[in-house]
């Protein structure tokens, strides 16, 4: 079982940054990958960010080169960096867990499919 809980959220300017955060509990397993997805209006859910549990990360192709995602293990907090935003950015931001087997495994890590822990979200408005 993981919880989480983002935050850090709002309103910027074009060309601003924001960095989100997720607070997590976990049931004390520590092969859980975790990811930011983000909703816009009237659009399927997408995968931006992922970080696995040996800090493997993977980027949308949307995002790469202006968000970074990293995680404190100590705090359990995981963020996301976003630097460069542009309306296209906006959107409700969740972060999720999944819970990857010891043994790895072929996986899509930005895919909604794979993960079955949710935060909220919280929103991100760039104009």
């Known amino acids: 079982q993981v919880q989480l809980v983002e935050s850090g959220g709002g309103s910027v300017q074009a060309g601003r940054s924001l960095r989100l955060s997720c607070q997590y509990s976990?049931?004390?397993?520590?092969?859980?990958?975790f990811a930011w997805f983000r909703q816009a209006p009237r659009k399927k859910r997408e995968g931006v960010a992922s970080?696995?549990?040996?800090?493997?990360?993977k980027y949308a192709d949307s995002v790469r080169g202006r968000f970074t995602i990293s995680r404190n293990g100590a705090t359990t907090i995981l963020f996301l960096q976003m630097d460069n935003l542009n309306s296209d950015d906006s959107g409700v931001y969740y972060c999720a867990a999944a819970h990857r087997p010891p043994w790895g495994g072929s996986w899509s890590s930005l895919s909604s499919l794979e993960y079955v822990y949710w935060g909220d979200g919280t929103q991100v408005t760039v104009s």
């Open positions: 970080i696995e549990a040996d800090g493997t990360t």
């Open positions: 976990t049931d004390g397993y520590t092969g859980y990958a």
